[in-house]
């Protein structure tokens, strides 16, 4: 088992799209057993999860990360079936080598390389993290918490590299800001417009307002916070009516001089000044946060460095991930296999960056002392 490879391409077998698990979690509890954990399943609505131990002292290392995949797309395009964990020349294919199956086997690799030590290493795999993210990680997080199991540290394994194995180690991500706004106006006649109330003007003002300015400049870790419109629509088939409504939606990442709450509070100030009725849906999928480096961090660094040669750099950039629920729980950091051909057709790793991998998650074992 101290070979990722078999264990890799046994879970990328099963088609696991989210929500469906398809068997994944089952392989993975098999082979954690057998290196003398304590597995435990847990299951909220139709996600999978798993919580698996070896040891009860401190110092405590968690591993997370995520069996479920997105859906492989037209299969047809795919040179073999994405599921069927091809091997050609020394490239693993299939989806979740990457993103992130391939970082789970790596990991129980490492643990199988490693002699059980003082401290205990734990993983936190969840069924849920490409989906809505509402029964996997966060659900866990709250029965670890009522277990009284709190690590000292969480390393997430999803891909964080971005041309070496080692590059990248993030330690935060910004926040994301969802917002759906209903500008409403009075309908009539496009040549009588003394008689109406264009909502699509007062749209338009308000958007131009939002974008009018940076949000700021950004900050030690992070970079500026962006706002992007994604859509807008009036939906109008008319030439000569101007219409009662009018809509648009827009999303902000957000570094740490915000929270969705002062964001929220910009928008509907903003959206105030230019139009007098109006409907604002925001939802936040995750507040920025921000792992601040110490001894924790260098040690990470150390070991990467130690095993690929590489000093990793600091990063927040990228999408939201699980981090940002278990940032809430105890510190926390990603890194894990190079990103560029997660979520493609032929997704794929090569076999010695997956063994790579493994060596780097044992020399940061070694590094916490577990």
């Known amino acids: 088992m101290t070979d990722p490879l078999p264990l890799a391409q046994a879970l990328i077998r099963c088609a696991s799209v989210t929500p469906a698990d398809a068997g994944a979690q089952d392989v993975l509890a098999a082979a954690l057993a057998s290196l003398g954990f304590t597995v435990t399943r847990l299951r909220w609505g139709e996600t999978e999860n798993l919580y698996a131990r070896r040891g009860t002292a401190g110092p405590h290392l968690c591993f997370a990360g995520h069996t479920d995949v997105v859906p492989p797309g037209e299969t047809a395009a795919w040179r073999d079936n994405p599921f069927a964990a091809v091997v050609r020349d020394d490239i693993l294919y299939g989806r979740g080598a990457c993103d992130m199956k391939g970082a789970i086997a ?9 002699p059980q030590g003082p401290g205990s290493i734990s993983l936190l795999i969840t069924g849920d993290e490409e989906g809505p993210a509402t029964d996997g990680t966060t659900r866990v997080l709250d029965w670890m918490a009522e277990h009284d199991e709190r690590p000292d540290f969480c390393l997430v394994g999803e891909p964080t590299c971005r041309a070496a194995l080692g590059d990248v180690i993030k330690i935060g991500r910004r926040g994301s800001l969802n917002a759906k706004l209903t500008v409403h106006g009075t309908q009539g006649h496009v040549a009588y417009p003394h008689r109406a109330d264009n909502p699509a003007h007062r749209l338009v003002a308000t958007l131009a307002a939002l974008i009018a300015a940076p949000l700021d400049a ?57 139009a007098e009725r109006f409907d604002l849906d925001l939802s936040c999928s995750g507040e920025s946060f921000l792992t601040a480096p110490g001894p924790a961090v260098e040690t990470l660094i150390a070991a990467i460095a130690r095993a690929t040669g590489v000093t990793p750099m600091l990063d927040t950039g990228g999408g939201t991930s699980d981090a940002r629920f278990i940032t809430r729980h105890c510190p926390v950091a990603e890194f894990g296999l190079i990103g560029s051909s997660m979520h493609q057709v032929d997704e794929c790793v090569p076999v010695a960056e997956l063994r790579a991998l493994a060596a780097a998650y044992r020399a940061i074992l070694e590094g916490f002392g577990v």
């Open 106 to 114: 790596a990991f129980v690799a490492a643990v199988a390389a490693h």
């Open 218 to 274: 950004g900050t030690r870790f992070f970079e500026p916070s962006s706002l992007q419109i994604t859509t807008i629509d009036i939906g109008n088939p008319a030439t000569n009516v101007i219409p009662a409504q009018a809509r648009a939606g827009f999303n902000i990442r957000f570094n740490d001089r915000h929270t969705s709450e002062t964001l929220g509070g910009w928008i509907r100030a903003t959206v105030a000044r230019h």
